[in-house]
Every structure is written in structure tokens, then in C-alpha cells.
């Protein structure tokens, strides 16, 4: 077992943590928003960005201008439906987003669900954390190293795990200042 492995598993899940928090709105306009919105695209789900440009021509806006016109309904479907809690307007070769400002309830709950997603990445650390340490305890069992060793082994895991925990916590700081801020 390596210890830069493990890190390198932590970095992932600190990534998708705050991939996850980009998709989270703030007020001003950006195209993470959409990174989680699938459209169905002849019968298969595809992200946005797959099938369309999306640019932020002021802070209050978001223009999908999509490749084929024949997905513009789909498109506007698809952000109905998702998460994202806007309304999108159509005028036959764009898709428009209004970012309205957020109210002081839509900011508490946006909070809430990036205290979710920041527990979810927790988590993560701590599954990765787990299976090192189960590891460490089968060779240890087996013979392949020392009591000693073992217990090195789990130290040196679990400065690994609250470092990386620490790393959450500031990212959802960061985002809970972001989305609290008018």
C-alpha cells in the first residue's frame, strides 16, 4: 500500500466535492450551473455542454446556444425539470437563463445543500480511509508487517484523513461565504 495512492483517491473526492459545489448557484451567472443537467438527446442522457455553448454575456445572464437547433426544446425540457431553479426562455435559436437575485430562503437552503454535498465528499474520505486501514489490518493478520508498523500505518492514514477532511471544510466555507454574500 502507498500513502501517495491514498492521497491521490482523497484529492479525487475533495474535486468532485467542489465540482459539485460549482453547480451550486451564487448569484452571478455561471456555466457550472449546468454541468449536472442531462438532456435527453435522441433517446440517451448528454450534458449540456455537449450539445450546446454556453456563455455568461453579463453576471445576470446564461446563453446555451446549442449545435442543432432540433435539441433547443430538449434543452429547455431538461433545465425545467433539473435542480437548478430556473426558468429558461426560448426564442427559437437560444436558450436564455435570467439569474434572479437570491432570496435570504434560497440562500439558506443553497447552504444547506452544500453542507450535503461537503458531507457527501466527507464520507468519501472516510470510505477511502477505511479500506487503507481493513488493508493495513490484513497484512498485518497475515504476517507481512509488525503490530508496530500497523499501528504507524494508521496514524500516517488518519493525518492523511483529517487533512483531507479539513480541505471539505474549507471549500464549504468558502462556498457558504460565496452564496451568502448579496
Known amino acids: 500500500m502507498k500513502l501517495a495512492d491514498l492521497e491521490e483517491q482523497m484529492?479525487?473526492?475533495?474535486?468532485?466535492?467542489?465540482?459539485?459545489?460549482?453547480?451550486?448557484?451564487?448569484?452571478?451567472?455561471?456555466?457550472?450551473?449546468l454541468d449536472r443537467?442531462?438532456?435527453?438527446?435522441?433517446?440517451?442522457?448528454?450534458?449540456?455542454?455537449?450539445?450546446?455553448?454556453?456563455?455568461?454575456?453579463?453576471?445576470?445572464?446564461?446563453?446555451?446556444?446549442p449545435y442543432d437547433r432540433t435539441g433547443l426544446s430538449g434543452i429547455e425540457k431538461?433545465?425545467?425539470?433539473?435542480?437548478?431553479?430556473?426558468?429558461p426562455s426560448n426564442d427559437g435559436s437560444v436558450v436564455r437563463l435570467n439569474i434572479p437575485p437570491l432570496t435570504s430562503e434560497r440562500r439558506k437552503e443553497l447552504v444547506?445543500?452544500?453542507?450535503?454535498?461537503?458531507?457527501?465528499g466527507k464520507v468519501?474520505?472516510?470510505?477511502?480511509?477505511?479500506?487503507?486501514i481493513?488493508?493495513?489490518?490484513?497484512?498485518?493478520?497475515?504476517?507481512?508487517?509488525?503490530?508496530?508498523?500497523?499501528r504507524d500505518w494508521q496514524d500516517k492514514i488518519q493525518k492523511l484523513t483529517s487533512r483531507y477532511i479539513e480541505r471539505v471544510e474549507e471549500a464549504l466555507a468558502e462556498?457558504?461565504?460565496?452564496?451568502s454574500t448579496v
Open 11 to 33: 484529492r479525487k473526492a475533495v474535486e468532485a466535492t467542489q465540482r459539485s459545489f460549482n453547480t451550486l448557484r451564487t448569484g452571478r451567472a455561471n456555466a457550472s450551473l
Open 37 to 65: 443537467v442531462m438532456v435527453d438527446y435522441y433517446g440517451t442522457p448528454t450534458p449540456i455542454k455537449s450539445l450546446a455553448t454556453i456563455s455568461t454575456p453579463d453576471a445576470s445572464t446564461i446563453l446555451i446556444q
Open 78 to 87: 431538461a433545465i425545467s425539470l433539473s435542480e437548478v431553479g430556473l426558468t
Open 112 to 120: 444547506k445543500l452544500a453542507a450535503k454535498y461537503a458531507e457527501e
Open 124 to 132: 468519501s474520505i472516510r470510505n477511502i480511509r477505511r479500506d487503507a
Open 134 to 150: 481493513d488493508a493495513v489490518k490484513k497484512q498485518e493478520k497475515a504476517g507481512e508487517v509488525s503490530e508496530d508498523e500497523a
Open 175 to 179: 462556498k457558504e461565504k460565496d452564496i
